[in-house]
Structure formats: C-alpha cells, structure tokens
C-alpha cells in the first residue's frame, strides 16, 4: 500500500461577515487523508464548501483552525509541488499554448532544453500538435482546458488538484476530456483530489469518492470505487457502476434538500 501523501487535519475554515453580518463558517473540522498516486473524488451539492478545501490545499487560502500536511511538510502558501487547474480557464491570454505550458518550468529556472522537451511531450500528451503557437482566445474551450492540465502537470507536481475542470464543457467534450485525464493518470500516476458535483464523473475518474454535507462542508462518507484501470465510457452503463450511482445520488439529494432546508 502507497503511503500517505496528503494529511488533512481538523481543517475548518470560517468566513468573516461583510458589513456587520455574523460570520459564515464553509468547513466545519475536516479530517482526510490521501496516499501516493491515489485519484479521489470530492462530490457534493453546490456551495459545500468543497472548492474551499481545495484552495486551502493548494494554499491560496488558509484554515480557521488545523493544518494541510504534504509529505508531513505543513502547507503555508502556494508551491510548485501542487498543480491547480481551475473550472474557468486561467491560461494566460498572451502567451501561446507554448509557452503557457513552459511557464512553470522556466520560472523554476529549468534549462530551455529542458522547458522543450516537456512542453512537446505534453502537447502530444494533451492532442494539441499542431496548436503550440496558438493563443487561448484561438481555441476552444476544451483544447484550452488541456492546455491548463499540460500546464499543470509540465511542472511535475507532487499532487494535481482539480476545481470542478470540465464543469463549464459541453457533455461529449466532457467525456473525451475525462478519459484523456484518466489516461494520462494511469501512465504518470501522480496523486490526484479533483472537486466534482457530476456523480458519474465522481465514480468513473476515482479509487475513492468522498462526499460532502450541505455547508458547512465536512466529508460525511468515503466510497471506494472497486473498478480496474484502465477504464472505457462504457462502464458508467454496467450494474456495478449504477449501483454506486444509486447511493450517491440518495447521499447527495439528502445533502441538497438540507442545503434547501436553511
């Protein structure tokens, strides 16, 4: 068994109130582990808390109360160990596909042999050949979302955390885009938390889904997802796979009419 590599330690996380209001609390007490090289799914209903324990992981925003632990080094601020892809596409608009992708490299200072050889090798790990020299406002939403993952991972991340990434992508490019990351999981296996409210894409990318109660958020239950690799779309059509559909969708419903309920 891979040992741990993320320890998630009574992490809660309050929001002050703006103009008087009381404060809101996102998180309550999170406690959660993740070993090397697993892919975990975070689920849950909108507005959970979920992306927020994401960013603390990443370190763009810190907890009320506990601590993020990365290799048993606590997490103060943003690092070149943890990629981030966002939903919306963050890429910056006026560098090509490119240089987009050896931006985290040459600012850690890698030889431009070095910046070249990982930014190809990723170009054709993504699809994108023939589309280096482009700009994001040239391609289309999913080809900038693999841009935004090549980015993410050209710099070797210890761990790769997703936000909801393919949240603003039609179905069918959906799937595509989650068979690619899958892929490219199963050769690189780098340790992956990737934040999802689409059940199916919950199980279907993960080892382990956990799910989150209404806010304020806390891991209620963890699923493990007994599936091998590699996986085909036509494993969301078989019993096993509508079964652990069935449960997270009454998990999840209950979690939403207690969200509606306050």
């Not at 596909?97 to 200072?109: A, D, K, S, Y």
């Not at 892929?183 to 934040?195: D, P």
Request: glycine content about 8%.
């Amino acid at each position: 068994m891979s040992p741990t590599q993320l320890r998630i330690q009574g992490v809660s996380r309050t929001f002050a109130g703006a103009r008087g209001k009381p404060p809101t609390q996102a998180l309550l007490p999170v406690d959660f582990e993740v070993r090397e090289n697993d892919f975990v799914t975070i689920l849950g209903p909108s507005g959970c808390g979920k992306s927020t324990l994401l960013r603390i992981v990443a370190g763009l925003d810190f907890p009320t109360t506990g601590q993020v632990l990365l290799d048993g080094a606590p997490v103060t601020g943003p690092g070149a160990d943890r990629g981030f892809v966002f939903q919306s596409y963050t890429l910056f608009p006026w560098l090509t596909v490119e240089q987009n992708i050896r931006f985290g490299p040459r600012e850690r200072g890698l030889p431009e042999t070095e910046q070249k050889e990982r930014s190809d090798f990723f170009i054709a790990k993504v699809g994108l050949r023939g589309f280096e020299h482009h700009y994001p406002k040239q391609l289309s939403g999913g080809m900038q979302q693999r841009t935004a993952i090549a980015r993410a991972l050209a710099n070797d991340p210890k761990i790769l955390l997703l936000d909801e990434p393919f949240g603003a992508l039609d179905n069918q490019t959906r799937v595509l885009m989650q068979e690619l990351l899958l892929g490219i999981w199963e050769q690189a296996r780098k340790t992956v938390l990737f934040v999802t409210h689409d059940i199916d894409e919950a199980i279907f990318m993960a080892n382990r889904v956990a799910v989150f109660s209404a806010r304020p958020g806390r891991i209620k239950s963890e699923i493990a997802v007994p599936f091998e690799h590699p996986r085909h779309y036509t494993l969301k059509t078989t019993p096993e796979f509508m079964a652990i559909k069935a449960r997270l969708t009454e998990e999840i419903r209950a979690e939403a009419m207690a969200a509606d309920a306050h």
